[in-house]
Every structure is written in C-alpha cells, then in structure tokens.
C-alpha cells in the first residue's frame, strides 16, 4: 500500500510510473457481474442483510466451494465478511486469547503478523528454506509449534512466492495441526491461480473440517478487489462467533456487492478461466525477462500473480543495500515501483506483480534490465 501511495504521489507530480507493486487484477470486473449490481439497485435490494450474508450467498459460497474442490460445507458453516482480509481479521479475533501463537510461514504476506498482533496473539515466523522454491511442509511448520500455538496460518498458492502445496503435503500438514488439537487457516485467496494441476482445498481432507478453517475471497478470482466480498467456512460455533462480532462492527457486507457476488459464483465461469490463461502468458514474460537479467535469480511462481526473484548479487555490488533502498532508487530513478521483499519478511528480494498489462511489463521489464545494468560494480 505504502508503494502504491509513493507511486501515486510521483504520477501526481506528472512522472511516468509503472507499476508493479500492487496486489490486485488488471481486467475489470466481469460484464454479467457488474448487470447483477444495476439489477440489485433496481430492484431496491438496498437495505441491511443478515450480519452474516444473505442465505443465498452464503449458499453460493458453499457450493462454489463444492463444486471447484469436493467440500460439502452448508451455509451454518459460512460467514460472507469485507473481503477476505476482513474474513481473516474477523477470525483471528475470535480464535484468539492474549498470548496465543499463530505460526505464520515466511515469506508470507505481511498483513497477517499485524492482524495476529492486533488480536493479542503472537505471530511465530516459520522461516522456508529458497534453495527448496520456500516450500511450506509439515515439519517446518513442526518446528514452529509451541504449547501456546493456537493456529498455523498458511497460504497458498503463496504471495509472495507463488509457492503451492501439494494435496499431500498439505494433508501432513492437516493431521498435525488436527493431532495438536489447534486450528489450521488457510488462505485460499489465490486458489483458483494455478499454472499446474488443479485447484486443491485442504479442507476436501477426509475429517479435515472440524479443525481447518477456510479464508476465502472474491478478490482476486473475479477481479472484484473494491466490492470487498471475502468469507470464512468454519465449524458452526465459529462462524456463528464470527457473524456476532460482525454485527456490532459492519453489520454485513455490502447488500449490492452480494447480489454481485452470487452471480460471479454461480454464472458463467469462462472469465476466471481467461484471466487465468492471460496471466500464465505474463508470467512466462516476466520469468524470462528477469532471468536474463545479470544479478538477478528468478524462479518460476506455481501459483497467484507475483514473481519473487533474489536480487541479492546486485545489492552485493555496493549499490542499494537492501531491498528497501533498492525499491526507492529504481522508483525515483526509473519510474518502475516493486515491494520491497522486507515486507515478507526476507531481505534479498523484491516482488513484482505481473497482473498488470503486457505493455506495461514490456515498458517496466526494460527500465529495470537499464537500471540493474546502470548500477555501479
Ligand atoms: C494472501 C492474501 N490473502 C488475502 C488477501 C485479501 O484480499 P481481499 O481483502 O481483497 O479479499 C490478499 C490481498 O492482497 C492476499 O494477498
């Protein structure tokens, strides 16, 4: 966000910026979802819903999920929020007693350590290993448990990574979590952004639902970042919780946002399908550009819309010395914005987006590959 606002301010003052730093889809919203919110206004579908979701849209969520990944949850077990950080921030507040440890892989993205510390938890930083692509497996997240551990929070496909958990290694991860007796979230919020295989949901594990919370949104799949529709699927007695704090906080989500969204989930799917197909293309742009670039290692991201490449021989030339500075010389110098890798939590490496257009990742790619080369050393 902080990258975004820098960036915004220097195109305010009238410099070219490309930019590759925020989180969210290029493409609009699909047609026959935006007809469904003139629908809802039309029909005066305008006033307060259940804290929860309307049943309908909880019901789509169920069995959007079911159908996409094998679940058989029912609308007791669904709570619609925000968006999905909100889904997050909802739930940590209600799984959470002062004290309590959250074990967060790293790198990982770095909302959820200030939502966890927000709620009185503490975020335990399980640190993945690069050479192995930060694979997150069981036994790191193993060696991260405490008795005070009162979750594991995992996301995947990952941001920043791209990194995906395979079904089996996510089931290990499961019966641990459910041999601990502690709650496994996982962030499904990129899920549906694969560039192989298909489309997994720890919580389709046999037994899996009575400790695996799901955290899902719109967001991303649909292209339906400022709607703010995201959800939790959660035993009962949690979704319940959920929707109590809700409704002495936002009430409930936006009432024509939800028509909205039960249209995305139960209409045509064909535009998820495209999106996807368009990002694989910019993602093989991106990784290859990168890669041919002196300094600069970039591995092939399995999952979501970011590369994470190591850009640790460039800052070993006694130029920029970290990630951060690197960023901010690259943003004043050429015009071309990217996170630093200090805000995941590692520091030899910066984020770029690639769901930005193909002629913006031409036009950044070769201010980069410039830059890098201007550097001294
Ligand atoms: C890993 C991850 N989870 C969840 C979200 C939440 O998205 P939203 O609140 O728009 O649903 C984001 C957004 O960037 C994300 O990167």
Redesign the pocket.
């Known amino acids: 966000m902080r990258v975004a606002a820098d960036a915004a301010k220097l195109r305010g003052r009238g410099r070219d910026i490309v930019d590759f730093g925020p ?1 969210e889809p290029d493409f609009p919203t699909p047609d026959n979802v935006k007809r469904a919110a003139v629908r809802a206004i039309e029909n005066n579908f305008t006033r307060y819903t259940p804290a929860g979701g309307t049943m309908e849209l909880r019901e789509a969520i169920c069995e959007r999920h079911a159908a996409d990944f094998g679940t058989s949850y029912t609308s007791s077990e669904c709570v619609v929020s925000a ?4 889904a ?1 921030f909802n739930l940590m507040q209600v799984l959470l007693d002062p004290g309590d440890e959250v074990t967060i892989p790293v790198p990982g ?1 770095s ?1 959820y350590q200030d939502i966890v510390s927000y709620c009185g938890g503490t975020p335990v930083f399980a640190g993945a290993n690069e050479e192995s692509g930060f694979a997150i497996t069981a036994s790191l997240i193993e060696n991260h448990l405490t008795d005070r551990t009162r979750a594991v929070l995992i ?1 995947s496909p990952c ?1 920043p990574t791209g990194d995906v958990i395979g079904p089996e290694e996510f089931g290990r991860i499961c019966r641990l979590t459910a041999k601990r007796g502690i709650w496994l979230v996982t ?1 499904e ?2 899920s549906h952004l694969l560039y192989d295989g298909l489309p997994f949901s720890v919580a389709s594990v046999p037994g899996a639902r009575s400790t695996v919370i799901v ?1 899902g ?1 719109l ?2 799949a649909y292209a339906m ?1 400022g709607w ?1 529709i ?1 959800y939790a699927l959660a035993p009962p007695l949690v979704a319940a919780a959920v929707a109590k704090l809700q409704s002495q906080s936002t009430s409930n989500p936006n009432s024509i946002a939800q028509k909205a969204a039960v249209e995305a989930l139960r209409g045509s799917q064909d535009s998820r399908a495209e999106m996807r197909t368009e990002y694989l293309r910019r993602r093989d742009f991106t990784v290859q550009r990168l890669r041919a670039i002196a300094g600069i290692r970039c591995p092939e991201p399995k999952g979501a819309f970011y590369v994470y490449p190591n850009i640790r021989q460039i800052l070993d030339r006694g130029g920029p010395m970290d990630p951060a500075e690197f960023a901010g010389q690259l943003l004043d110098q050429a015009g071309v914005a990217v996170v630093p890798g200090e805000a995941f939590g590692t520091t030899d490496h910066v984020r770029i987006t690639f769901a930005v257009s193909m002629r913006d990742l031409e036009r950044g790619l070769d201010r980069l590959d410039k830059f890098v080369a201007g550097l001294k050393g």
């Open positions: 989180g968006g999905g950080k909100h997050l993205w909302t996301n941001n962030d919020c990129y955290a949104s967001s991303k970042t703010r995201g």
